[in-house]
């Protein structure tokens, strides 16, 4: 009986993870918005999915803003030049940048099931071309 009960929860978590979707962001020197970005800047995906940051052009990063996480998400910082695969488990807005070109605007909002984090994510304060990036970005998100 117990084994039986086990498999059977076994193969519900197997289900369930392979439900779980994949997505590719893409770092770009120039892309259909303009020079530095990531594309798409704006993902929507559901809690267990996974995104991909692919650094296609050089000198890139990806990573997680701090000011604007869902409360008890994990911060993620990807190295320069690589790739970074980030599993997003908590629903909310994730502000992500790529940190020497982050006042340039190349800058993307990952939407994790619902955008609980909604108005903190908003009240972040950005430099340069980031600011009206994510007042867009947020503002498509809502």
Do not use: W
């Amino acid at each position: 009986m117990f084994r039986t009960i086990l498999a059977g929860a076994l193969m519900t978590l197997a289900a369930a993870g392979a439900n779980a979707a994949e997505v590719e962001v893409k770092m770009l020197n120039k892309g259909a918005a303009g020079v530095m970005v990531f594309e798409p800047a704006l993902v929507k995906i559901s809690p267990g999915d996974t995104v991909k940051f692919v650094p296609t052009d050089k000198s890139h990063n990806a990573e997680s803003i701090p000011e604007m996480l869902p409360a008890g998400a994990e911060p993620f910082l990807g190295k320069m030049n690589e790739q970074i695969d980030v599993t997003f488990k908590d629903s909310g807005l994730y502000g992500i940048r790529c940190k020497p070109h982050y006042g340039m605007g190349m800058v993307a909002l990952i939407v994790v099931g619902e955008p609980t984090n909604l108005e903190a994510a908003a009240a972040a304060k950005h430099s340069g071309k980031a600011k009206q990036v994510f007042a867009d970005l947020i503002g498509k998100a809502k």
